[in-house]
């Protein structure tokens, strides 16, 4: 999230953290042009109004780069110009302020689902079936509750089905920037995740990290 309005940059934050997402805040257009080169970010929430460099060439600049993380550009309100220049420079979707919080969270789910790679709505292997929005899961059908992490794990090794996931990419995806824990915090999640899921829902590979099984 690049937003210097810093009050509101943690609210989102937080809210956002609730749901699931990991959050990284950028507060001017160079920091966030900068973590948004040097990070694997699955979607961007940039701010038009920055110091340093607004969002519109911020924007331009990823595109130019040729990174195409979504973006959901948070324009003025009334700002119809600031909505075309959006689309314009790359962005793929915007909203203007003040914006509903369900419509950011349901926008920005409409885009991890477009962005990059196809992604569809339900996640399945084998007899684990996730539902991202409403952040639920099912095994053979009956309902399993998962505490939030590890439901953004599992979320994140099934958009990743038939790969083998290493163990600090979870970290990276899963935990934000600041976190400088112990990254054995991602094995008690996946051990936690067997014990309710089943020993053999996620098979860990030697050297490698963590892969979905299929079966
Ligand atoms: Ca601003």
Not at 145 to 166: D, F, M, Q
Request: aromatic share 6%.
């Amino acid at each position: 999230m690049v937003e210097d309005e810093v009050r509101q940059a943690a609210a989102l934050k937080r809210g956002l953290e609730a749901e699931g997402f990991a959050v990284d805040v950028a507060t001017t257009g160079p920091d966030g042009l900068w973590l948004a080169t040097e990070q694997p970010y699955d979607v961007i929430v940039l701010d038009v109004m920055l110091p340093g460099k607004n969002g519109f060439k911020v924007c331009a600049e990823l595109r130019a780069k040729e990174i195409w993380t979504p973006v959901l550009m948070l324009t003025a309100k009334d700002g119809e110009l600031d909505e075309a220049e959006a689309l314009d420079t790359g962005a793929d979707d915007f909203l203007s302020k003040p914006f509903s919080y369900v419509v950011l969270v349901a926008r920005l789910r409409a885009l991890l689902r477009r962005g990059g790679a196809p992604r569809p709505a339900r996640l399945r292997a084998g007899r684990v079936e996730f539902d991202p929005a409403a952040r639920t899961c099912t095994l053979g059908g009956a309902a399993v509750e998962l505490t939030g992490r590890e439901a953004s794990i599992l979320e994140y090794l099934l958009r990743r089905k038939g790969e083998v996931v290493p163990k600090a990419e979870i970290l990276d995806h899963v935990w934000d920037f600041a976190f400088d824990g112990d990254a054995n915090v991602v094995e008690v999640h996946v051990s936690a995740l067997r014990r309710k899921l089943g020993a053999s829902s996620i098979e860990t590979v030697r050297g490698g990290g963590y892969r979905v099984s299929e079966r």
